[in-house]
C-alpha cells in the first residue's frame, strides 16, 4: 500500500513531466501545433493528472511550462555573465552557447519563448503575459549588469533592449539557415559595439 508522501511525489513527478514535454514540444513546433494528446504521449504521465494540475487545460500547462522554461534560460544566462571576466565577453560568451546549443538539437531548439511569442500572444493573452515578463527579465538583467558596472539608467535599458533583440533576431537568423553563423557574428558585434560606446564593460 502507498503512503501519502509516495502518492505526493508521484504526483509531483507527473506534472513536471507534463511540463518539461510541453516546454519541449512547444520549442520544436509552437502552441497550435502542440495538441494535448501528444504533451500526455509525450510526458508519459497519466492522463488524467493533465487536468487534475491544469484545469485551464492546455493554456495554462502552456504557460507554466514557458514561465519554466524562461526562467531557466535566465539562470543560464546568470552563470554565463557571473564566469565572464566583464560583460563584452559575457555576451559573446552567451552567444557561442546559443550557437552550440542550436547546433546539437539539430536547428530545433532555439529560443523557449520566441515560437510561441510570434505565433500565440495574439490569440491568448496569458501567453502573451508570460512571454512579455520573461524577455522583460532577461532585458533587465543586461541592464543591470550596465548598470553595476557605471552605466547610466538610460544607457543600460538602451543597450539592454538592444542586446536582448539582437540575440533573438541571431537566434532566429541562424535557426533557420541551419547555421551558427548569425549568432558568432551577433556575439562578435555586440562585444564590440559595447566596448565601443561603453567602455565602462572592458
Given at each position: 500500500m502507498t503512503t501519502r508522501a509516495e502518492r505526493t511525489a508521484k504526483g509531483?513527478?507527473?506534472?513536471?513531466?507534463?511540463?518539461?514535454?510541453?516546454?519541449?514540444?512547444?520549442?520544436?513546433?509552437?502552441?497550435?501545433?502542440?495538441?494535448?494528446?501528444?504533451?500526455?504521449?509525450?510526458?508519459?504521465?497519466?492522463?488524467?493528472?493533465?487536468?487534475?494540475?491544469?484545469?485551464?487545460?492546455?493554456?495554462?500547462?502552456?504557460?507554466?511550462?514557458?514561465?519554466?522554461?524562461?526562467?531557466?534560460?535566465?539562470?543560464?544566462?546568470?552563470?554565463?555573465?557571473?564566469?565572464?571576466?566583464?560583460?563584452?565577453?559575457?555576451?559573446?560568451?552567451?552567444?557561442?552557447?546559443?550557437?552550440?546549443?542550436?547546433?546539437?538539437?539539430?536547428?530545433?531548439?532555439?529560443?523557449?519563448?520566441?515560437?510561441?511569442?510570434?505565433?500565440?500572444?495574439g490569440a491568448s493573452p496569458a501567453v502573451r503575459e508570460v512571454c512579455a515578463n520573461h524577455f522583460a527579465a532577461w532585458e533587465e538583467l543586461i541592464a543591470a549588469r550596465l548598470g553595476a558596472v557605471g552605466a547610466s539608467p538610460e544607457d543600460a535599458a538602451r543597450f539592454g533592449r538592444f542586446a536582448l533583440a539582437a540575440l533573438e533576431g541571431a537566434l532566429m537568423l541562424a535557426k533557420v539557415k541551419q547555421d551558427p553563423a548569425p549568432l558568432i557574428e551577433a556575439g562578435a558585434m555586440l562585444r564590440e559595439m559595447f566596448e565601443r560606446h561603453m567602455p565602462v564593460v572592458r
Open positions: 509531483t513527478r507527473s506534472r513536471q513531466k507534463l511540463v518539461e514535454a510541453t516546454g519541449t514540444l512547444l520549442r520544436r513546433q509552437g502552441f497550435h501545433a502542440t495538441g494535448l494528446a501528444e504533451i500526455v504521449t509525450e510526458s508519459g504521465a497519466p492522463r488524467g493528472s493533465l487536468y487534475f494540475y491544469f484545469p485551464g487545460g492546455k493554456e495554462e500547462l502552456a504557460c507554466t511550462a514557458l514561465a519554466e522554461s524562461g526562467a531557466m534560460w535566465r539562470e543560464l544566462l546568470i552563470r554565463v555573465i557571473d564566469a565572464s571576466p566583464n560583460l563584452g565577453t559575457a555576451v559573446e560568451n552567451v552567444c557561442r552557447l546559443f550557437a552550440e546549443g542550436l547546433a546539437a538539437s539539430n536547428w530545433e531548439h532555439g529560443c523557449p519563448l520566441a515560437t510561441v511569442a510570434l505565433e500565440a500572444s
